[in-house]
Every structure is written in structure tokens, then in C-alpha cells.
């Protein structure tokens, strides 16, 4: 019981361990992932922030150019200053050199550089009007008969710019996203209609232009916290520096894998208490088991006193079946030779006859050789039937041509959808056996072949001749491309009576007398088979040097 006990706390450890280390790698896996988004759509807004920045200094740029463009050169009168400030099309207003007192402390400071610099527009500073918007100051030092007259003041409307810069108007952002453009000081100078009183820091620049910060913004009266993804640029123009900020709402961007994250944590944690269900069952299944140890143990007993009377019983029925099959092939062999009796006077009278042998001297010698072949398989029957008692006779014969005759008798019974193949050597080489039993050989192994290939289309190769890897042995090589024989029963192929043919097809004696024949004759047997390519018998035969057959 105490070594029960342990071996429970040590599975119970484990699982704990395992669990905590799949959790470790989840949530690595997570802020991986997580990072890897963050990262992505840093990049995508680091880049539309470079592009939109450059589009806007370009646009401001031109602004300048239009107003130094019609507010340049030697002008006749103030009437002509007056027209040439329509050209700008925006709302600027001239201010003569002599009503510079009164002016205000930045438009006397912005007149002074204009009247330093008369071939430059001098840009800034920017204000917030009443009616709600900032504006942009332009001021440029204009010249009545090459004399300095004064100065003129363009207000550019930076909500104007925002709307009429389509990079910026019209941006299409995901996750809520929007685009805004501030001073250096912070101030949100451009934010169309995305944003209302929304403020935010980018102090502590971290070097790649994109930043995850806090903002807060006033919703109906409650100011409300939330986590920006910004990706800045820096526009200047003139001196003046603009600070262009693409923002997009952080959780909305995460929210996706945050969602995933939450729905594996609830399959984890169903996970968790199936587990949980399953060891406890599997803990009163071990001690359901440890209740019945002793009777199992007792009934073990009762088993294998059982099974060796089971195996007793088949040893029996071996012993039977063998003992039947002895008998049955012994009476088979007497029937057949029976039969066979007035085959063999016919074949003899036919033989002797001489019209047979004018018009059909070969078909006669066939079927004289098929007689006395089926001769020497009613006495291989019969000594079969004798369990090796009867005297095998052992006769040295020419193997080429038991090959060549045993072939020319297989092509006969080939059906049509069978293409056979053979490559027979023209040499003759003698091997010692029983006559004969080369032919019950290819025969069997020959109906082996059609049987594998079926009703389908498919070819038998036959091959005799010296062997490439032994001088001293013939080879013969039996080839289809059937079905191939599978590797669990290729080892049992040799056993008497193993058959995987339907009843009545086959009784499973073919290859063991196959290999059995070819045992006589000093020779060994191998197979080669790949289901669904097809089987290769290969017959290695000791040759004999003679000059008689």
C-alpha cells in the first residue's frame, strides 16, 4: 500500500511539473506572438508616418513658395501689394513700416527678421484663434520703388492644410487609428475630427519613431485612460518643427491575440479538469484492481492449467489432420493413377500410330510428356502419403530442357490478359533430381503467378542460366508483377497447407512441395515481394558436368 501511495504522489508531481511547463511555453509562446504583431504594425506606422511628415513639409513648403512668389520683386503702390496678397489665397493683411509701434511684441520680432532677411519668408509662430483652429504666421518684407514699405502677415489655417493634405485627411487607418500633428512643445496643432482634447507624451524617444503610451481623453466629462501605439516623424519647415503622430488604439490591436490567448486558457483549463476527472478514475480503477489481485491471481492459475490442456488438444488435432492428410493423399494417388491408366494406353497407341505422327507427331509427344509427368506426381503424391518412405530415384538430366519443355506447356495455359516473357539460355546444364519434378516446379510456381496478377493486365518473366554470383549454380527466376505477397505471411509461404486463397481455391501445398523439389536437387529457394509491385521466386541449382541426359 505504501508503494501505491508513492507511486501516486510521484504521477500527481509529475503532472503538476508537466502542466506548469506547457503553461510556461503558452505563455512564451503568447508574448512571442504578441511581439511579433506589436512589432509588425510598428513597422507598417513608422512608414506612413515618414511618408505623411514628408507630405506635409512638402505642402507647407509650397504654401512659402506662393507667398514669396507673389509677394517678391519692386511694387508701384500699396494697391499693387494689395492685389498681389489676393494671389496667396488666404487671409493676410499688410502692415506699413510706419505703423510698426503699434504691433503686437511677435509681429514687431517677426518684422524685424522679415525686414533682415527681405528674400526669404519668415515662418511662425503658431497660434490658437477664438474661433477655435491654429494658425500658421507668414510674414515677408515688401518693397515699393526698390524702399522698403512694410511687411505682410499670412495666416495659413492649419486645419485647412490638414483637410487639403489628402496623406494626412484622408489616411485610412485600422484599430480606431487616426493621424494628428503637434508642436514641439506637445500641442495638437492639426487633428481634423478624430480626436477631441486627447493629450499625450512622447518624451524619451526609444530611437525606432514608434511609442506605446498612455493617453487621456475627456468622455462626457470623465477623462478615460487608454494605451496608444503612436509612430512619429519630425516635419520642420522655416524653423518652425511639427511633430506628425499616426495613432492607432493599442488594446485593438492586440485584442485578436488576447482573444486567442483567453479561449486556448479556457480549453487548457477544461483540459486541466478532464485530467483532473481522469486520474481520479484512474485511481479507484487501481484500487477496483488492487480488490481483485487475489482472484485474478487465482484465476490465473486456473488458466494456465487450461491452456495446457488447450494445447494438448491441438497438438491432438495436428497430429490428426496430419495423419488424415496422409491417408487422403495416399488414396488420392491410387485414384488418380487409376484414372490415369487409360490415358497413358491411349497415349501409347497414338504415339505408335503413323497418321498421328505424319499430322500431329509434335501434339503426341506433348501429351505424352504431360502423361508421364502426371505419373510422377501421382507417385510424389504417393510418397507423400508414405511420409518419405518410398525410394526417391535421382537422376542426373538436362535442366534446359525440362526449362524450355515445361515452358512451351505453361504458354499453353497462359490466359490472354497474361504476357509471359522468358530468357533461356541456349547451354545445356545437368542438375541431379527426380525427372520431372523441375516441370511440377515452374508449374506451380507459374499458377502462383497468374493467381497473384488476377484478372488484370500484367506479365510473367521466366529466366535459366548460369548464375552471376556462383559459377557452380544455375539460377532459375520465376517473376510477376502481381500483387506481392505482405511481409506478415511471407515467412509462412513454405508451411504445408498455409493457403490465403477462398475455399476451394487452393490447398496450400503448392510451394511446399516447390520447396521441397528443390531441396532434392541440392538447391535453395528465396523470395522477394513488395505489395502491390509484384513477387520474385529465385532457384539457385547445383549444375553437374555430363555429356548424357
Not at 495659413?156 to 503637434?182: F, H, M, R, T
Not at 503424391?381 to 511420409?387: H, N, P
Amino acid at each position: 500500500m505504501k508503494k501505491g501511495k508513492k507511486t501516486r504522489r510521484t504521477r500527481i508531481g509529475i503532472t503538476a511539473a508537466v502542466t506548469a511547463l506547457i503553461l510556461l511555453i503558452a505563455f512564451f509562446c503568447y508574448q512571442t506572438v504578441k511581439k511579433t504583431i506589436v512589432n509588425n504594425e510598428k513597422e507598417s506606422m513608422a512608414g506612413i508616418a515618414r511618408v505623411s511628415a514628408h507630405s506635409l513639409e512638402t505642402s507647407l513648403k509650397a504654401k512659402s513658395n506662393l507667398v514669396y512668389a507673389a509677394l517678391s520683386g519692386d511694387m508701384d503702390n500699396e494697391e499693387d501689394i494689395q492685389q498681389n496678397m489676393l494671389k496667396t489665397g488666404e487671409k493676410s493683411r499688410y502692415i506699413p513700416e510706419d505703423k510698426m509701434a503699434a504691433l503686437k511684441k511677435w509681429e514687431k520680432e517677426a518684422c524685424k527678421e522679415a525686414g533682415i532677411r527681405p528674400g526669404e519668408v519668415i515662418a511662425g509662430p503658431v497660434f490658437h484663434q477664438e474661433e477655435g483652429y491654429y494658425a500658421l504666421y507668414l510674414t515677408k518684407a515688401v518693397y515699393i520703388d526698390r524702399s522698403l514699405a512694410g511687411y505682410v502677415q499670412v495666416e495659413l489655417n492649419l486645419d485647412d492644410i490638414y483637410e487639403e493634405e489628402q496623406a494626412l485627411s484622408n489616411l485610412k487607418l485600422g484599430n480606431q487609428g487616426y493621424c494628428v500633428v503637434k508642436e514641439a512643445d506637445g500641442t495638437t496643432v492639426m487633428s481634423g475630427e478624430h480626436v477631441e482634447a486627447e493629450e499625450f507624451s512622447l518624451a524619451g524617444d526609444e530611437g525606432d519613431g514608434c511609442r506605446i503610451v498612455w493617453s487621456y481623453q475627456v468622455q462626457q466629462g470623465t477623462p478615460e485612460r487608454t494605451r496608444k501605439l503612436v509612430a512619429y516623424d519630425t516635419a520642420e519647415f522655416a524653423g518652425e518643427k511639427f511633430i506628425l503622430c499616426i495613432i492607432e488604439n493599442y488594446d485593438s490591436i492586440v485584442e485578436p491575440i488576447d482573444r486567442i490567448a483567453l479561449y486556448l486558457a479556457m480549453l487548457g483549463l477544461a483540459l486541466l479538469v478532464w485530467l483532473g476527472i481522469f486520474l481520479c478514475r484512474m485511481a479507484e480503477q487501481h484500487r477496483e484492481e488492487e480488490k481483485l489481485k487475489m482472484e485474478l491471481q487465482h484465476e490465473k492459475e486456473l488458466n494456465e492449467a487450461n491452456k495446457a490442456l488447450e494445447n494438448q488438444e491441438n497438438l491432438m488435432q495436428k497430429y490428426n489432420h496430419s495423419k488424415t492428410m496422409t491417408v487422403l493423399s495416399g488414396a488420392i494417388a491410387h485414384e488418380f493413377n487409376n484414372l490415369m491408366t487409360p490415358i497413358v494406353l491411349y497415349s501409347e497407341l497414338l504415339c505408335e500410330n503413323e497418321e498421328v505422327q505424319k499430322e500431329m507427331a509434335q501434339e503426341a509427344k506433348e501429351m505424352s510428356d504431360a502423361v508421364s509427368r502426371c505419373e510422377v506426381l501421382a507417385r510424389q503424391l504417393l510418397e507423400y502419403s508414405r511420409q518419405g518412405r518410398a525410394k526417391k530415384v535421382m537422376t542426373v538430366y538436362n535442366a534446359t530442357f525440362a526449362v524450355e519443355s515445361s515452358v512451351r506447356m505453361v504458354e499453353r495455359l497462359i490466359p490472354t490478359n497474361i504476357k509471359i516473357q522468358t530468357s533461356i539460355c541456349k547451354t545445356k546444364y545437368y542438375i541431379k533430381g527426380q525427372i520431372g519434378a523441375l516441370n511440377q516446379i515452374i508449374l506451380n510456381l507459374v499458377t502462383n503467378a497468374m493467381n497473384a496478377i488476377g484478372e488484370k493486365c500484367g506479365k510473367i518473366q521466366i529466366q535459366f542460366g548460369l548464375s552471376t554470383q556462383d559459377e557452380r549454380m544455375v539460377r532459375l527466376v520465376v517473376e510477376d508483377d502481381g500483387g506481392g505477397i505482405p511481409e506478415e505471411i511471407r515467412q509462412r509461404i513454405f508451411e504445408p497447407f498455409f493457403t490465403t486463397k477462398e475455399e476451394n481455391e487452393g490447398n496450400g501445398i503448392g510451394l511446399t512441395v516447390v520447396k521441397r523439389l528443390t531441396e532434392e536437387h541440392g538447391g535453395v529457394i528465396r523470395v522477394k515481394s513488395q505489395t502491390g509491385k509484384g513477387t520474385t521466386f529465385i532457384l539457385d541449382f547445383p549444375w553437374i558436368e555430363s555429356s548424357h541426359e
